[in-house]
């Protein structure tokens, strides 16, 4: 394993490996650093936003306890100043490995899973192909746009589902890695991905932010 000057990882690793890695990274980010880094994020996000007012924006609930990036922010700011946006969530179906989506109100009630995610009850339900944007969850990414997540494939299966014009963005507590080597065809690449220290956008690969 090699690392350049800035600290990322250059070698070319499988997902079980940096999912083992970036698990451990993740979990050692001091309380101070997350929330400097999470409004790093948050501030990215909502940049990226001004240029593309969505109807239908997918957003996933953050396990806070697993020092998750915390959405909450960007969806208090949607609701508060784009109420032409609607504000989508998922519940998930573990034994199907599939996801249900819904609208997030301020109003929705909310109930923790087994698993500790927070998830919409009673709420409408919203189609695949209504969502224009995805908020993706990961715990790392490369060059390429490729990510690994926990490894259960619900958002590359949700994802196939949606239109093929779909955004799909990323966000990230760390800079890409080199190369995912185990990228098979279910896996569904970002377009783009904001990490603390600015954007990378998909296929150039080029930090332009």
Sequence with gaps: MTFNTKGEYTAYMKKEQLREIYLAKRKAL????????????????????????????????????????????????????FPNTTIVTSVTDFAAKTMRNYQLKPATQLVTNRWGISEPSEAEPIADLAIDWVLVPLLCFDKEGFRVGYGGGFYDRFLQKCRSDVKKTGVSWFPPVQNIVDIDAYDVPLDDCITPAGMYEFASAKKIS
């Design 30 to 81: 001091k309380r101070g650093e997350r929330v400097a880094k999470n409004q790093a994020i948050i501030d990215g996000f909502l940049e990226l936003f001004q240029t593309s007012h969505p109807q239908y924006l997918h957003v996933f609930l953050p396990i806070l306890k697993n020092k998750e990036i915390d959405t909450w922010p960007i969806i208090q700011t949607i609701w508060e100043h």
